[in-house]
């Protein structure tokens, strides 16, 4: 063949475009690997081996000849003639040589290749070669010749060979001798950072970080994809969405695909690639089980590791080469290309897929596909294999999206299916009122089963699961009715389902006042739970332990419960991603919310208020759910925070805005509560009044921390009016049932309130010695709002009583809550009072108590005995008062103050 027939632009290093990616590594890369004998770009198509070879030869000093290759040239006499010319193209290799290999027809070319490397030895100059596209040749003699010329040519010739395969040259041998360098697709892949400037530097497109993160991930780095996508972008308005959507299906990447690869496969290459798409992962025996490739796994194996070489977007995924994935956006074109061309093999290669994974017991594998084979009676079979029937410790999201796949009638007739579709909606929602309302319809379907077969264990995890749902939405009642039900049913082996069964127990025991009923059944709940690896059902019964230590009267025990409820779920990151992750990905904050609510009453109690209020605003972080009313008043607590901070007025509006938006009327009647007791602190008796006579004392409420609340309010009432005995008897009641139940709290407020209707009815030593048992009981747990709660009356009982402490540690522990009291006394107690009020000069705080004793009626001796003071300073105090309040009795003094505010 003569040269005038070679076209002589396959000759010509391409053209470099102003506009492109600069890629220095990769130049750095080859600047240092050009001086073996080989380096060789082993990548599929569109991972720009060109355009950095081309870009790196116009970088380049030395001479450089570059070879195009196409499909003529897998002809030896074609091929040879062709290299000839591209060295003789830079006068590498003089003419004659070229006639004379153009002229030598018969293989191995011996004598011409001697001949030619002896004048390229002879050459002083470093030469360079550039074969381009070297997989299109297939001729056996190219290749071993061509092997020959690498063996012997001189140190001053440098081929760089480019193929979309690894070429069948001995690459093992020279690798060894390292006289070769590679450069591979994941060389040339781009970085995320490269994916940017591609995009916005080359294509022109403006887009946003994300943006660019999810073309990254969906090309994997592949700069065909990469700009594939930036040309479709270019043309499109809507960029954000298009760019969510981003398949391989989308046309010009399937163009792309079919054009300049599929294309090129042999037919039965192009099949198996079509048949294994459906696979995530894949070795050659489910390879087998899904082409039925003759020449069984073995076979299988061969068009695996060839498709690898071929550089088919083929991933290896171990050491061994056994098992393999295809790169998404390629695997995404082939499977398009199944739908359109062979629909009906679908179904069947996923049965087969399904059938392989199901062989080794891999369910998580096998169940998709049976799902997207259609086969919904051989999926159901599967999921059931993948569930652990006797732990919580399930893959809950993966099982919602399968079991939504399923149809009712495969659900219906499958309860225990039923029964785990609703424990994974459960456990992948936000705990709510509406969860039973979304998980009612696969319930039932549930219950109608196992009622159908007589499954008494089944039907008792239902009731389980209904009463804990029941318990969500506030009806405590039947919630617990349905658990005594359920534990009926339920035998000792069945720790899955009796740890919520006891774990409502508990609460009922807990609700009903009864702490020490419900701390041995909360304790056998909590080991139940823990070894079903149930994670919402162990913090439910820690928090539940923390607030029965609470309401004993232990306050450091309950802070080490609430702290290990929000500990608990850090501790087993495993189970919380399972149980406590909802859907878009969001931690469940039902449960810590209860615990923070916990550690908000135990640090106001200790009289943080900063920690409290800031422990208050994590339980309060999204909407209020029933769990409140039966629990220490939420309502209550915040008004005494409020009150505790001398923002009062805020109080009142919190309770105003409350009480006006609420329709329950269980938590209505908490602000009412709340409300009569900021009057009774304001000394508003006739609203507290109103309070104690209206109709909330027709029904009992449901939990009896709030009948006590409201009790002990009662016995405040009739202390501030005088009826020191009536509140007396009231507290004796309360008192008695406290101790039989040994709820230390409470006993500690009743204590407290006796103390102080003692000191009303004049019988200090019984008041002193009251208040010395509270003070006992107190110290250890360091209490100190129940007695600052108080006000100044306990303030002047504590005064009394101190000279009376003989004991070192009660002293010093009365010392620090009468210094506690102090700084109550520097807080606003009620807004400032101005001029445009009618009082110019305020009271001081020691006016502000003669007023609050005014106010109960106390005579003036009185008033002097309470605040330890003499009677003549009272009656200074009481004329400042009038004086400043500018009235002329104490009749008019108390209304006066009353229109200020100061009542």
């Known amino acids: 063949m003569s040269e005038s027939h070679l076209l002589m632009t396959r000759f010509t290093v391409p053209f470099v475009r102003a506009q492109l990616l600069p890629r220095e590594c990769l130049i750095e890369q080859l600047n240092q690997s050009c001086s073996l004998p080989l380096v060789l770009l082993s990548a599929t198509a569109g991972f720009g081996k060109t355009t950095l070879l081309s870009t790196w030869a116009s970088q380049h000093t030395q001479p450089i000849a570059w070879l195009s290759l196409d499909e003529l040239d897998d002809d030896p006499e074609h091929f040879w003639t062709s290299v000839v010319t591209a060295l003789q193209a830079d006068f590498l290799v003089a003419p004659a040589d070229t006639t004379k290999a153009s002229h030598q027809t018969k293989p191995p070319f011996l004598s011409v290749l001697t001949s030619l490397i002896n004048d390229l030895a002879a050459s002083s100059s470093e030469t360079i070669l550039i074969l381009e596209d070297y997989h299109v040749i297939q001729e056996p003699a190219i290749h071993s010749s061509f092997a020959f010329f690498l063996d012997h040519t001189p140190s001053s010739l440098h081929v760089i060979l480019s193929s979309r395969v690894d070429p069948p040259l001995p690459l093992a041998r020279w690798r060894a001798q390292g006289r070769m360098a590679e450069i591979r697709d994941a060389d040339l892949r781009l970085s995320e950072i490269e994916t940017a400037c591609f995009l916005s530097q080359v294509m022109g497109l403006s887009l946003r970080e994300e943006e660019v993160r999810r073309l990254f991930e969906r090309t994997e780095g592949w700069i065909a994809g990469v700009q594939l996508a930036g040309l479709a972008l270019q043309r499109t308005a809507d960029q954000a969405a298009w760019v969510r959507s981003f398949r391989g299906s989308h046309r010009f990447v399937l163009d792309y695909v079919q054009e300049e690869i599929l294309a090129r496969q042999p037919a039965h290459r192009q099949q198996f690639l079509l048949q294994t798409a459906i696979l995530s992962e894949m070795n050659a025996s489910i390879c087998q089980a899904l082409t039925e490739e003759t020449g069984g796994e073995q076979a299988s194996q061969a068009l695996l590791e060839a498709l690898e070489r071929a550089n088919l977007f083929v991933v290896p995924l171990d050491e061994e080469r056994r098992w393999y994935r295809y790169h998404a956006l390629f ?198 739970s823990e070894q079903s690896g149930s994670l919402p059902g162990t913090i439910a019964t820690i928090i539940w332990l923390g607030f029965v230590s609470l309401s004993r009267g232990e306050l450091r025990q309950a802070e080490n419960f609430f702290r290990q409820a929000l500990a608990h779920s850090r501790e087993h990151e495993d189970l919380a991603r399972l149980q406590l992750t909802l859907e878009a990905g969001r931690r469940e904050t039902y449960y810590e919310r209860l615990a923070y609510y916990g550690l908000a009453l135990l640090f106001y109690e200790w009289n943080d208020l900063e920690k409290a209020q800031r422990y208050l605003q994590e339980a309060l972080i999204e909407t209020q759910y029933p769990w409140i009313h039966i629990l220490p008043s939420i309502s209550l607590f915040q008004v005494r925070m409020l009150v505790a901070r001398g923002e009062a007025e805020k109080a009142r509006s919190l309770l105003h805005a409350n009480a006006s938006q609420e329709s329950q009327s269980d938590i209505l009647r908490e602000i009412r509560m709340a409300q009569a007791w900021l009057s009774l602190k304001a000394a508003d008796l006739p609203q507290t009044e109103a309070w104690a006579s209206s109709d909330l004392y027709t029904t009992q409420p449901f939990a009896h921390v709030r009948r006590e609340e409201e009790g002990l309010l009662l016995a405040r009432l009739q202390i501030a009016e005088g009826q020191s005995q009536v509140a007396l008897g009231l507290l004796s009641e309360w008192k008695h049932e406290a101790s039989k139940a040994h709820r230390g709290y409470s006993e500690l407020q009743i204590l407290l309130l006796e103390a102080l209707a003692y000191e009303q009815a004049g019988r200090q030593v019984q008041a002193r010695a009251t208040l010395r048992e509270a003070i006992i009981r107190a110290r250890p747990e360091s209490y100190q709002r129940l007695f600052l709660d108080e006000g100044i009356r306990m303030e002047a009982l504590l005064k009394s009583l101190l000279p009376d402490l003989r004991d070192k540690s009660l002293a010093s522990y009365a010392r620090k809550l009468l210094r506690a009291f102090i700084i109550v006394e520097a807080l606003p107690t009620a807004p400032p009072v101005d001029a445009t009020c009618g009082l110019v000069d305020p009271l001081t705080p020691q006016e502000q108590r003669v007023l609050q004793q005014l106010a109960q009626g106390a005579a003036n001796q009185e008033i002097a005995d309470a605040l330890v003071i003499q009677l003549s300073t009272a009656r200074k105090h009481i004329s400042s008062i009038l004086s400043k309040l500018g009235v002329a009795n104490r009749t008019q003094a108390i209304a006066r103050a009353r229109e200020y505010g100061l009542l």
């Open 331 to 528: 695997r995404e074109a082939l499977l398009t290309r199944l739908h359109a061309t062979a629909p009906e093999l679908l179904p069947l290669l996923h049965r087969r897929a399904a059938s392989w994974y199901a062989a080794q017991a891999r369910w998580a594998q096998a169940i998709p596909h049976a799902l997207s084979a259609g086969d919904q009676g051989y999926a159901a079979d599967l999921i059931k294999q993948f569930v652990d029937p006797a732990s919580f410790r399930n893959e809950y999201h993966t099982l919602r999206r399968w079991l939504a796949r399923l149809s009712s009638e495969t659900l219906r007739s499958r309860p225990y299916l039923s029964l785990i579709y609703v424990g994974s909606m459960v456990f992948t929602t936000a705990r709510s009122p509406q969860t039973l309302d979304l998980v009612e319809e696969p319930l039932c379907w549930a219950e109608e089963g196992y009622r159908q077969i007589s499954d008494e264990a089944g039907f008792g995890a239902v009731l389980t699961a209904r009463a804990v749902l029941t318990s969500m939405q506030g009806r405590f009642a039947e919630a617990l009715a349905l658990a005594h039900q359920a534990l009926s049913l339920l035998s000792e082996q069945q720790a899955l389902w009796r740890g919520h069964c006891l774990n409502l127990l508990g609460l009922e025991m807990t609700i009903a006042g009864q702490p020490d009923r419900a701390y041995p059944i909360l304790l056998q709940a909590r080991t139940l």
